[in-house]
């Protein structure tokens, strides 16, 4: 969604060039950008047992890589009884980047879009049931929600972070009650925020990393009142000390952090600053990444690189002589990237890859000798990834794919013979997928999969005793989440239809006693609680409602108890749930809309809030604007609903009553973009009158509305001047004259795509059978379509990607691989003398895969990776010397991301990026590093 409101916010900056629609690899517009988050595990720890620190040290262990965990961006679909849904994108983010410092708000014409689209044009009226629900206090009344996330328990209280209108997203407590549900610290003044992270508790006090917007990330600790939140120490004076994976070991928090000078190594801290010390530097010549720290009966267990043998198990006792490599299981420098420390009290259990290069489990009691693997679960060199650990009447139960019967559920007693799998409960070879394994009662609750119906399933250990709970969607899936476990209760979310969305749900392991809680989100919205913790008689949550967004909840189990805390961020809005294809005409932005209470609608906006309205609604979303002298046409869908009726081509001057449906009998499936031609529009549809696909024109009126051109397998149109050309999947060129004569141009192997006006050329990606795909012209004649240039020499062609060309004046930019130097940036004047590689981006034959985005002048904007940096935003005048990075937006290596949307508004570049911390967010560029900044986070 964050892309769709990228076209909104920015008014008047779409450049509404020609697109293919479908086959042959045809260039597509606005295509959302998958962001991808890796969601590490976290450490379960444990109690007593044989691990001592009392052997005597081994050689130190191995270099590995850094533990980054990152969090799981989850959709949400919010609802409140009574009340219409809004979906938000909650996003928790991880917290390794730099902060941005405050900035001045953009300009009137971009704020406007966010008030009216995002925080709404007029006062928000809730009502609510009263027997079943109410607002126990109302802080910040913003319906994007509190961005509520990482909930620890700690002094009798609920330490968590959120965010609301003032202070941005800080430190809150709450004892259950509305009263007690406060921010403790502004730690980063302002509307900044702090980047806080790892919440972790240690007696009454929490600790965790914050950035006050002086001394970077360092270590911050609680006792839930404001003078008592300070930073520990300013443990790396001149930059970020970074302290990841927080774990309390007997009273004593450990965590990785860098001084500057060590690398990033595994301290300790007792909460004082002369406590809080190295423990030992264990990579001398760099970093030992210290992760997957785990209380292993008073010992910390954890993974490390020593810079030799690679990430081998390590142990600590919290002084230097007492941290031990305690087994090279992995011999040389690869290592054996221990996984998943899970200690049950006797034996350390975790996965590892040996020489044999298979990954297994493994077993530890803290010395050399007693770390072994457990089982050879699928022998030879193949793995069988043992992961979710619990432990269950003494048993470990786990997930394991034996490379017969696919992922399912095991147990083990800690030997080879009693390692078995418990039920193989999608039999034969396909994967049950088990997730989420918990331990009630004596007996394991997991979600399973059979048939692709993820329900709720419970085992005592043996194959009779592993059943499905209940069917809790018949036909389809609950899909039951978050499984969380108080006393005898096991608290999740599922679906049990369309007509309740994804909401709270209980059970006592019964199939009666598996019931939803309460329909939070009223209706087929979906409230999807999540981040359970028990405080007294209550469970705490967050869930996400139309009116107030995601929020802070309790739960006692019951219906009437099930009740919001707190509205902690108060700002209202409008519930637009999607906003999509802003289009600039006459002055004023026009963009489709979707809320759950209006259903689907076209908006306008001049720009300011009360100049903000719909300006008609429809039973599905409209789409591919494009304007005709004093008229816009747009595609309506069929109704969203029922899936009956036919695409509709409509057109309007603005108003509603000039906004109508042009009649076209035949018409179905339009299945590209309209292209404009003087006063006419050019599209391919499927016709029902002769049941194939056609070229359609039309001038808005039934009269002036007919075929130009029929054919099988029509594929793409676009227009160059007075010259209209569409491609068909058998390999042809065609035109279509100013006299509406339809004839051939030129016959490829396949369809030609991506087209582009350059010039008076129609610039496009061909495959003539002898030098793969590259870029070829045309105008409009066979001899006057020419290959550009064989860029990477053969039959195999050079990689084009139709959703990175972007032309600027008499250039075009595009990403190309000529076989040497990896996909770099190109530029071609459509000539071959002035076709040439722009810039080695990423020095030798890896990739640095540019995607251009937008233009300024004779600049172009666009993404790389120089394998340095990361994903970044780069800026090129086309010569090598004028292409530089712009901005390191994510200073942690990682990148922005391969972000795909970029605009231009008032000679400013405006995009969607990630600072690592935030998440997606808008930004914005001037083309200096230090005018490159975050607008607001979405």
């Not at 294809?581 to 689907?600: I, N, P, R, V, W």
């Not at 030609?752 to 061909?766: R, S, T």
Request: charged share 20%; glycine share 14%; with cysteine.
């Amino acid at each position: 969604m964050i892309q769709d409101i990228l076209k909104v916010v920015v008014s008047g900056i779409l450049v509404l060039g020609m697109t293919g629609c479908g086959g042959g690899g045809g260039s597509s517009s606005d295509t959302p950008a998958t962001v991808t988050d890796a969601n590490d595990t976290g450490d379960t720890n444990g109690s007593t047992g044989d691990l001592q620190t009392t052997d005597t040290p081994d050689t130190q262990a191995a270099p590995g890589t850094p533990d980054t965990t990152d969090n799981t961006d989850t959709p949400q679909t919010p609802a409140v009884p009574g009340t219409t849904d809004t979906p938000d994108t909650s996003d928790a983010n991880d917290t390794t980047s730099t902060p941005q410092t405050p900035q001045t708000p953009p300009e009137p014409s971009f704020v406007m879009i966010l008030e009216s689209v995002l925080y709404g044009k007029e006062p928000l009226s809730v009502g609510m049931e009263s027997d079943t629900a109410f607002l126990l206090k109302d802080i910040n009344t913003n319906t994007k929600g509190a961005d509520i996330s990482e909930k620890v328990v700690a002094g009798g209280k609920v330490f968590f972070f959120a965010a609301d209108a003032e202070h941005g997203q800080e430190l809150w407590v709450s004892d259950g009650t509305s009263g007690g549900t406060h921010i403790v610290k502004d730690i980063y003044p302002g509307s900044g925020y702090s980047e806080r992270s790892e919440l972790t508790a240690v007696g009454s006090t929490v600790y965790f990393r914050a950035d006050d917007g002086v001394n970077g990330y360092e270590l911050w600790k609680s006792d839930g009142t404001e003078t008592g939140t300070v930073m520990v120490k300013n443990i790396h004076p001149t930059d970020d000390a970074n302290p990841q994976n927080l774990v309390n070991v007997g009273g004593t928090l450990f965590f990785g952090a860098s001084d500057g000078t060590d690398g990033l190594e595994l301290w300790k801290s007792d909460g004082t600053e002369t406590g809080t010390v190295l423990v030992k530097d264990i990579n001398p010549a760099g970093d030992s990444y210290p992760q997957q720290m785990t209380d292993a009966g008073g010992v910390l267990v954890f993974a490390a690189d020593d810079g030799v043998n690679g990430n081998e198990i390590w142990k600590s006792d919290g002084t230097e002589g007492g941290t031990v490599k305690i087994k090279d299981i992995n011999a040389g420098s690869s290592g054996s990237n221990p996984y998943e420390l899970y200690y049950t009290g006797t034996f350390l259990y975790f996965r590892a890859t040996d020489s044999a290069g298979g990954t297994e489990l493994w077993k530890s009691d803290g010395t050399e000798g007693g770390t072994v693997m457990v089982k050879d679960i699928r022998a030879g060199a193949n793995s069988s990834y043992p992961s979710g650990f619990v432990l269950n009447n003494g048993e470990l139960f786990f997930i394991a794919n034996d490379g017969t019967s696919g992922n399912e559920l095991w147990k083990s007693d800690g030997t080879e013979t009693g390692t078995v799998m418990v039920k193989d409960i999608r039999a034969g070879g396909p994967s049950s997928y088990p997730a989420e394994l918990v331990s009630m009662g004596g007996t394991v609750y997991f979600r399973a999969n059979t048939y692709n119906n993820a329900e709720l399933w419970k085992s005592d250990g043996t194959e009779i005793g592993t059943v499905m709970v209940k069917d809790i969607f018949v036909g389809d899936s609950g899909n039951p989440t978050g499984l969380f476990v108080a006393g005898n209760t096991l608290y999740f979310h599922a679906v049990d239809d369309t007509a309740n969305g994804y909401e709270l749900w209980k059970s006592d392991g019964t199939e009666t006693g598996t019931v939803m809680v309460r329909d939070i989100a009223a209706g087929s919205g979906n409230s999807s609680p999540s981040e359970f913790v028990s405080l007294g008689g209550s469970i705490l949550f967050s869930a996400e409602t139309t009116s107030y967004g995601r929020e802070l909840w309790s739960t006692d189990g019951s219906q009437s108890g099930t009740v919001q805390v707190k509205d902690v961020n108060t700002r209202t809005e409008d519930s637009v749930e999607e906003v999509a294809d802003a289009f600039e005409f006459g002055g004023k932005s026009y963009f489709s809309a979707q809320s759950s209470d209006l259903g689907y609608a076209l908006w306008v906006s001049d720009g300011t809030t009360a100049g903000s309205a719909k300006l008609m609604t429809f039973d599905a979303r409209v789409r591919d604007f494009v304007s005709v002298g004093d008229k816009f046409y747009f595609v309506k869908y069929p109704n969203h609903v029922t899936g009956s009726g036919k695409e509709e081509l409509w057109q309007s001057d603005g108003t509603a009553a000039g906004t109508q449906k042009v009649d076209i009998a035949d018409l179905n499936y339009i299945y590209s973009k309209p292209v404009v031609r003087g006063a006419s529009l050019y599209f391919i549809c499927y016709d029902d009158g002769i049941s194939d696909y056609a070229v359609w024109k039309s001038d808005g009126t039934p009269g002036g509305t007919l075929r130009i051109s029929t054919d099988t397998d029509l594929n793409e149109i676009g227009v160059v001047a007075d010259t209209v050309y569409f491609s068909t999947d058998s390999g042809g060129l065609w035109k279509i004259d100013s006299s509406d004569h339809v004839a051939s141009v030129a016959l490829f192997s396949y369809a030609p795509y991506a087209f582009h006006a350059l010039g008076e050329k129609l610039l496009f990606i061909a495959d003539d059978g002898q030098y793969g795909e590259e870029p070829w012209v045309s105008d409009g004649t066979g001899a006057g379509t020419t290959l550009v240039a064989d860029i990477y020499p053969g039959p195999d062609g050079s990689s084009m990607e139709s959703d990175r060309i972007m032309v600027s004046g008499s250039k075009v930019y595009f990403m190309a691989d000529d076989g040497t130097n990896g996909s770099e940036l190109w530029v071609s004047d459509g000539t071959n003398a002035a076709t040439h590689m722009v810039k080695d981006i990423r020095v030798g034959q890896y990739s640095s895969e540019p995607r251009p985005l937008a233009t300024i002048g004779d600049t172009l904007y666009f993404s790389a990776d120089d394998d340095t940096h990361g994903m970044e935003l780069w800026k090129s005048d086309g010569t090598a010397e004028g292409t530089v990075m712009v901005s390191d937006i994510n200073p942690n290596g990682d990148g922005t991301g391969d972000y795909q949307y970029g605009s231009v508004h008032d000679g400013r570049f405006y995009f969607i990026g990630n600072d690592g911390t935030y998440g997606n967010q808008l930004w914005v560029s001037d083309g200096t590093g230090a005018g490159t900044r975050s607008v607001t986070e979405m």
